[in-house]
């Protein structure tokens, strides 16, 4: 098993920025990747980012690219997502997930974590 939490969210005004951060113990030996995705109220859970622990290949949703940037500590087991010029419809809970069971882009990952409210309001 792979435990995920998040931290780093909060309430920011429009084209600020916040840092997520996504710590994994457990049994990391087997992650192979990390991803974000966000659930506005209302709506269902989108894809962010995601990043692949062995090589560091990155994407990102036509969202947050330019904006957004996915990275990683391999030492700590932690991964991050780096939010620039949030923009209101940026509020959600974003979670991270790790080790997908099928597309990077589908939110069919094995493991997550709690989640973290992130409010972009004037």
């Known amino acids: 098993q792979v435990q995920l939490v998040e931290s780093g969210g909060g309430v920011v005004q429009p084209g600020g920025s916040l840092r997520l951060s996504c710590a994994a113990s457990?049994?990391?030996?087997?992650?192979?990747?990390m991803a974000w995705f966000r659930q506005a109220p209302g709506k269902e859970r989108e894809f962010v980012s995601a990043i692949t622990w062995s090589t560091g290949s990155t994407y990102y949703a036509d969202s947050a690219k330019g904006r957004f940037t996915v990275s990683k500590d391999d030492i700590k087991r932690e991964g991050y997502l780096q939010m620039n010029s949030l923009k209101p419809e940026d509020t959600a809970i974003y979670y991270c997930?790790?080790?997908?069971?099928?597309?990077?882009?589908?939110?069919?990952?094995?493991?997550w974590g709690q989640g973290t409210q992130v409010t972009v309001d004037s």
């Open positions: 457990g049994r990391t030996s087997a992650m192979n990747a």
């Open positions: 997930a790790a080790r997908p069971e099928g597309n990077l882009y589908v939110p069919t990952y094995r493991h």
